[in-house]
């Protein structure tokens, strides 16, 4: 009886941890929080032509960022579900500054450097 308990954690055990790792770990490591200050941080730099996933992580409900465009990706209403990661997969085409915000109002006024 107690062998069976003990299988059944072991079995257990790592599909619980599995579960809560975020989509993104181990990719590029590009964590974006919203909080109530805005995006946190406000500005990443990635590199041109390079794939790159960013993980949004929403914590508050107290901004209007619940879902972010970034315009030049072509990425238009992306949900930020609440202390859930999300991810996003880019490859910038060109050098520059391309802007990403809240979809309702284009408010935070996030950026990606693209070098
Ligand atoms: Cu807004």
């Known amino acids: 009886?107690?062998?069976?308990?003990?299988?059944?954690?072991?079995?257990?055990?790592?599909?619980?941890?599995?579960?809560?790792a975020p989509p993104a770990a181990g990719t590029t490591g590009i964590v974006i929080k919203v909080t109530e200050n805005g995006f946190e941080p406000q500005q990443v730099k990635v590199k041109k032509g390079v794939p790159t996933t960013l993980t949004f992580l929403r914590t508050t409900n107290r901004t209007c960022i619940k879902a972010i465009d970034i315009p030049a990706e072509n990425v238009k209403g992306f949900q930020l579900p609440i202390d859930k990661p999300v991810t996003v997969t880019i490859t910038p085409t060109k050098a520059g500054v391309e802007k990403f915000h809240c979809t309702a109002m284009a408010m935070g006024d996030g950026k990606i450097v693209v070098e």
């Not at 107690?2 to 579960?19: G, N």
């Open 1 to 20: 009886m107690r062998l069976v308990v003990l299988v059944a954690l072991l079995v257990a055990v790592p599909v619980l941890a599995a579960d809560k």
